[in-house]
Nanobody
Framework: VHIVESGGGLVQPGGSLRLSCAVSGFYPDSWYRVDWYRQAPGKEREVVAG?????????????TYAASVKGHFTIFRDDIKNSIALLLNSALPNDTAVYYC???????WGPGTQVTVSS
């Protein structure tokens, strides 16, 4: 699979940002897990959200969030853009990190997209 994240940038505290994970190379009629991770400076990479998607229709299942982002981030599939989106709402300075998309079934990582929350 090939993964490309996009949508990162500078956002003010309290603002919103939408990240996208575009994936190619999935087999049709299969379930895949897609996770979003982040790595802040000097910290370990941590999972923030994940979702199972079915390739072939619009089904999803098993949406999960880390406790630190629950109610604050939203993960969803965007079939118009053929991607998995991560919406960051009410951004906080400690959301500053490089955000990565990961496909556990393939052990595949994207290159990441930088999010900086600062005034």
């Amino acid at each position: 699979v090939h993964i490309v994240e996009s949508g990162g940038g500078l956002v003010q505290p309290g603002g919103s940002l939408r990240l996208s994970c575009a994936v190619s190379g999935f087999y049709p009629d299969s379930w895949y897990r897609v996770d979003w991770y982040r790595q802040a400076p000097g910290k370990e990479r941590e999972v923030v959200a994940g979702i199972d998607i079915y390739v072939g229709d619009t089904d999803t299942r098993a949406t999960t969030y880390a406790a630190s982002v629950k109610g604050h981030f939203t993960i969803f599939r965007d079939d118009i853009k053929n991607s998995i989106a991560l919406l960051l709402n009410s951004a906080l300075p400690n959301d500053t990190a490089v955000y990565y998309c990961y496909i556990p079934g393939h052990g595949a990582w994207g290159p990441g997209t930088q999010v900086t929350v600062s005034s």
